[in-house]
């Protein structure tokens, strides 16, 4: 079994392999339900990393970081689901602060 630095160092080596940072062109279809799914998923997956969750995930460089995030939010408008991911986001906000 992999400790958590070895964990990391094979993650970090996967990363850095040659063609890595190659893009690559996708044609993807999914369910509007799943692109709102994705996209906080993706920022629980970033949130958790700003807060030390995980040490795999704190190797991830932030302009990783960033192109996940930029990715996420692209999907949302492809979609046609910014506006209703922000009334979400702001109905959870609501319920944490009346908690």
């Excluded at 940072?21 to 629980?44: G, Q, T, Y």
């Excluded at 930029?70 to 949302?76: A, D, H, K, M």
Aim: overall charge negative; aromatic content about 2%.
């Amino acid at each position: 079994m992999l400790t958590e630095n070895d964990a990391v160092r094979v993650f970090d080596t996967i990363m850095s392999s040659p063609g890595m940072n190659e893009m690559v062109r996708m044609d993807l279809k999914i369910s509007r339900k799943n692109v709102l799914l994705l996209h906080h998923v993706i920022e629980r997956g970033i949130t958790e990393n700003e807060g030390s969750l995980s040490l795999l995930l704190q190797s991830i460089p932030k302009e990783n970081t960033a192109d996940l995030r930029q990715l996420s939010e692209e999907c949302l408008q492809r979609a046609g689901l910014t506006e209703l991911n922000g009334k979400l986001s702001d109905l959870g906000t609501e319920k944490k602060k009346s908690s």
